[in-house]
């Protein structure tokens, strides 16, 4: 009967932290982690029923809706479901809260190629619409960093039965067929590294091609200026997006960052890339990361690993040290300067915020 037990020095497969037990807060309020107000819950789209709402002054131009099989400028970003007794429901999946008890779309074009017009017909850089609305909505100044997670929709898969919403509208999976993240001006980042030419790509080749529209996703933490999250959120998706590896069937990819304890030792390992390990997260099919899972461990990373050299003793223990001074080298190849400290950060993680010690950590 062979053994259950590995060989850590024979095994392809680093040992992966035990996640302890964390005490079980009572749900005092019915919400999703039993802290939610449920007072500042937003409002659902997708049992929204009333008419949707697009903000801002761009719409969809005919010939858009024309390729996405649409008729109405209303129907954009909702989805036909056929039921079995022939009745349609439209559920809004593919928009999202205003505010105010408003469902639907805020339209800001981008452009990599071209100018795009802003509300008083003057041209743009392609990017400067939407820079402007994010640092707008994000509270930043004119030098603050953006970081903004966009999720790319695909508006044509727009009515289907409920077998259709499974097998061939990407339902299973949020509608979405792309993650990636958007660094400001123009620059995106991705799992495959070249995807889209680290640009947008959002415009359809040809006049007969889909357009492939992105909603776009801010990150915030309550008591973390914004500016600060999103100075480490590009600390983080730097390291983590230099030679990041795709997997090859990534349809059926093994999901293995699933909790912190995980996300924090992919992160230890991919900066430590020791050799006892053989470079285990690089070339192990199981721990290659996809779009999502890729931009899933920076996010969660970044909420949880302020960059500077205490907390990273704090968080990492006896390798902390060794993992800063990895960290700095893996800065300065990206950057091509060492790192100073104006670009540490400081910021209460969001383990402290949920109550865990440093010794839960791995």
């Given at each position: 009967?062979p053994?259950?037990?590995?060989?850590?020095?024979?095994?392809?497969?680093?040992?992966?932290p035990?996640?302890?037990?964390?005490?079980?807060?009572?749900?005092?309020?019915?919400?999703?982690?039993?802290?939610?107000?449920?007072?500042?819950?937003?409002?659902?789209p997708?049992?929204?029923?009333?008419?949707?709402?697009?903000?801002?002054?761009?719409?969809m131009t005919?010939?858009?809706?024309?390729?996405?099989?649409?008729?109405?400028?209303?129907?954009?970003?909702?989805?036909?479901?056929?039921?079995?007794?022939?009745?349609?429901?439209?559920?809004?999946?593919?928009?999202?809260?205003?505010?105010?008890?408003?469902?639907?779309?805020?339209?800001?074009?981008v452009?990599?190629?071209?100018?795009?017009?802003?509300?008083?017909?003057?041209?743009?850089?392609?990017?400067?619409?939407?820079?402007?609305?994010?640092?707008?909505?994000?509270?930043?100044?004119?030098?603050?960093?953006?970081?903004?997670?966009?999720?790319?929709?695909?508006?044509?898969?727009?009515?289907?039965?409920?077998?259709?919403?499974a097998?061939?509208?990407?339902?299973?999976?949020?509608?979405?067929?792309?993650?990636?993240?958007?660094?400001?001006?123009?620059?995106?980042?991705?799992?495959?590294?070249e995807?889209?030419?680290r640009k947008?790509?959002?415009?359809?080749?040809?006049?007969?091609?889909?357009?492939?529209?992105?909603?776009?996703?801010?990150?915030?933490?309550?008591?973390?200026?914004?500016?600060t999250l999103?100075?480490n959120?590009?600390?983080?998706?730097?390291?983590?997006?230099?030679?990041v590896?795709?997997?090859?069937?990534?349809?059926?990819?093994?999901?293995?960052?699933?909790?912190?304890?995980?996300?924090?030792?992919?992160?230890?390992e991919?900066?430590?890339?020791?050799?006892?390990?053989?470079?285990?997260?690089?070339?192990?099919?199981?721990?290659r990361?996809?779009?999502a899972?890729?931009?899933?461990?920076?996010?969660?990373?970044m909420?949880?690993?302020p960059?500077?050299?205490?907390?990273?003793?704090?968080?990492f223990?006896d390798?902390?040290?060794?993992?800063?001074?990895?960290?700095?080298?893996?800065?300065?190849?990206?950057?091509?300067?060492?790192?100073?400290a104006?670009?540490?950060?400081?910021?209460?993680?969001l383990?402290?915020k949920?109550?865990?010690?440093?010794?839960?950590?791995?």
């Amino acid at each position: 009967m062979p053994s259950t037990e590995l060989n850590a020095k024979n095994s392809t497969t680093p040992e992966v932290p035990e996640v302890p037990e964390v005490p079980e807060v009572p749900d005092t309020t019915g919400s999703w982690n039993g802290k939610t107000d449920t007072s500042s819950l937003r409002t659902n789209p997708l049992k929204f029923s009333g008419d949707p709402t697009f903000a801002g002054i761009h719409r969809m131009t005919e010939d858009a809706l024309k390729n996405y099989g649409l008729t109405a400028h209303n129907e954009f970003g909702s989805t036909n479901v056929t039921l079995s007794n022939g009745q349609a429901l439209n559920v809004k999946d593919m928009m999202y809260d205003l505010g105010a008890g408003k469902v639907g779309m805020h339209i800001v074009p981008v452009n990599d190629h071209e100018d795009v017009l802003d509300s008083e017909g003057e041209a743009r850089a392609g990017y400067q619409l939407m820079d402007s609305f994010l640092r707008e909505n994000m509270g930043l100044n004119s030098d603050d960093p953006i970081y903004a997670l966009i999720a790319y929709i695909h508006p044509e898969l727009n009515t289907g039965d409920l077998g259709a919403l499974a097998e061939s509208m990407l339902k299973t999976e949020m509608g979405n067929t792309h993650l990636g993240a958007y660094l400001g001006k123009g620059i995106t980042s991705n799992s495959p590294e070249e995807y889209h030419g680290r640009k947008w790509e959002v415009a359809g080749g040809s006049p007969d091609e889909f357009g492939y529209p992105a909603n776009v996703q801010i990150i915030s933490m309550q008591g973390v200026p914004q500016a600060t999250l999103n100075k480490n959120a590009h600390l983080v998706d730097a390291v983590l997006n230099y030679g990041v590896v795709f997997p090859g069937d990534y349809k059926n990819d093994k999901f293995r960052t699933i909790d912190l304890n995980t996300s924090l030792f992919f992160y230890k390992e991919w900066l430590l890339n020791s050799p006892e390990n053989n470079d285990v997260l690089r070339l192990d099919e199981s721990w290659r990361t996809y779009c999502a899972e890729h931009k899933t461990i920076v996010a969660n990373v970044m909420l949880n690993v302020p960059h500077n050299a205490a907390s990273f003793k704090e968080i990492f223990a006896d390798d902390g040290e060794a993992l800063w001074a990895a960290f700095k080298k893996d800065f300065e190849r990206h950057n091509g300067r060492s790192f100073r400290a104006s670009d540490e950060t400081f910021f209460e993680p969001l383990w402290k915020k949920e109550g865990l010690s440093a010794t839960e950590l791995p």
